[in-house]
């Protein structure tokens, strides 16, 4: 081939190459060669995510991460920041993997990538046992409602919500304002309901599951209302395909294979992996 010749094959070539991105399959050789999966995920989110009575993490993402690592024959490590950080994206080589009850919001989905839904759970409003008449958000304008800060539940107050989900139903909004209080951590801001209606909190936003799980506990709270259903999917960092596509493969043949129902009918009680 001639001088020409080459000039015009590399310029040809050269929007294929620009079209791949530059990490591409990184984080799958790098999982491959390391044998250790990194995954992040919240600290105190029961039933998915806690501290057993050994200090250890347990529940039901706890256990979906771990049959991701199992089924790729790697060891697991597990890390808990901040929602906020886990959400920001960008996590280079910090982390792989996010089985941490993640909705894909349209922020989200600018940072993070989606390979595959391993759950289902609606949204729901909770407030405290002793408050006999809400049982709609429409009643709580201006009122103050906890949030765990960055959740998709921040977003769904702030009236801002847009899932970014196949076949995903976008929330409505049949409320006025409301005063937005942001948490670190949702089992404070549960702790602030049951101080009592208005003491702290008017009521708060979580997951129909974690609401139940600590309704379970003692009676102080009660589910209000459904606000919308809720997604929830595997989060990994942007733009690797090639990681996205094994991700995608394992935690389909662990839906094929019944262990996810297996894991939700342990911590929920039912199947909520369909």
Known sequence: MNKQGLINTAAALLPLLLAVPAHAGTTLDRVSN?????????????????????????GFDVDVVKAVAKKLNVKLKLDTPSWEVIAAGKWGKRWDI?????????????????PVI??????????????????????????KIGVQQG??????LQKTLKIEAPGAVQPSFPFS????????????IFQDLALGTGKRL???VSNLNTANERIARGGKFRVAATLYAEPNWVAVDKGDAQWQARVKQVVTEL????????????????DITQ
């Open 34 to 58: 390391s044998g250790e999966l990194r995954g992040v995920l919240l600290e105190s989110y029961p039933p998915f995510s806690f501290l057993n009575s050994k200090n250890q993490l347990d």
């Open 98 to 114: 996010c089985i941490c009850s993640m909705t894909p919001t349209r922020e989200a989905a600018q940072v993070l990538d989606f």
């Open 118 to 143: 391993y759950y289902k759970s609606p949204a729901v409003l909770v407030v405290n046992a002793s408050d006999k008449h809400t049982s709609s958000i429409k009643t709580l304008d201006g009122k």
């Open 151 to 156: 959740a998709s539940y921040e977003r769904y």
């Open 177 to 188: 304002k409301v005063n937005i209080a942001t948490y670190d951590n949702e089992e404070i």
């Open 202 to 204: 008017d009521a708060l």
């Open 255 to 270: 839906k094929q294979d019944g262990t996810l129902a297996a894991i939700s009918r342990k911590w929920i009680g039912s």
